[in-house]
């Protein structure tokens, strides 16, 4: 028989229990148009129907989101997003803070096979330009979670299946800029309500 361990999860201290929130200046559709902002729209336009024309259709994809204005959550695969070498990094960061959490009490324990769950909760992780520019483009940064479970058999080994989610809250903050453009211009559509704020999801499913 082996045990299953239902104290506090492993790997959640340092973990947010919640997502961190938008931090979109003034609400949707809340300033006046601008000509200006007319013209920005189109611009972003150009850029979207760029960025598809070199390959980078992901980043396309989320600006001509964001520009047609729903709202709608976005879902991306967050298989490929695990994939990139910063995320990677991260995840495996927390797998083995619960690989080593999870042996630390077994051997406690009396050394049976043995189950304990896990939650890293809610880390933000920035995506780098040099390891896809199609996905820095269209996120530069999310947060993730992984919940899942370690089990420890008889002789100590280990092994985990694991639930990856993603999620990001908002697309242009006002305190960002790359390149020397401030993002202040392009949150402004929000607020204009010439484009919209929207939700990035996604969740990877994985077994090591």
């Known amino acids: ?28 559709a809340a300033l006046p148009v601008r000509p200006y902002d007319l013209l920005l729209k ?16 992901r980043a396309a994809d989320v600006l001509r989101h964001y520009l047609r204005g729903t709202g ?13 070498p910063a995320v990677r990094s991260a995840a495996e960061e927390q797998l083995a803070r ?13 050394r049976t096979r043995a189950a ?10 920035r995506l780098a330009r040099r390891g896809s520019a199609d996905w820095w483009l269209a996120l530069r940064g999310v ?8 089990r420890v058999a008889a002789d100590g080994a280990t092994n985990v299946d694991y639930r990856f989610a993603v ?14 453009i401030p993002f202040a211009v392009f949150a402004r559509l929000h607020e204009t ?16």
């Not at 189109?42 to 598809?52: E, F, K, P, Y």
């Not at 999620?167 to 020397?180: L, Q």
């Not at 309500?193 to 090591?208: I, K, Q």
């Open 116 to 125: 304990y769950p896990a939650d890293s909760g809610w880390r933000g992780v």
């Open 98 to 110: 619960w690989r080593a959490e999870a042996q630390a009490r077994w051997r406690r324990g009396p």
């Open 193 to 208: 309500g010439l484009a919209r704020e929207f939700t990035v999801t996604g969740e990877a499913f994985g077994h090591v």
């Open 1 to 28: 028989m082996g045990r299953t361990d239902l104290s506090r999860p492993l790997g959640r201290d340092g973990g947010r229990a919640d997502e961190r929130p938008s931090d979109a200046g003034a609400r949707y």
């Open 143 to 150: 947060e993730f979670r992984l919940t899942g479970t370690v």
């Open 72 to 84: 709608a959550p976005y879902r991306v695969d967050a298989a490929e997003l695990l994939a990139l």
């Open 42 to 57: 189109i611009a972003c336009r150009v850029v979207a129907a760029l960025w598809s024309l070199l390959g980078m259709r």
């Open 167 to 180: 999620c990001k809250n908002g697309n242009f903050s006002r305190e960002e800029s790359e390149y020397g």
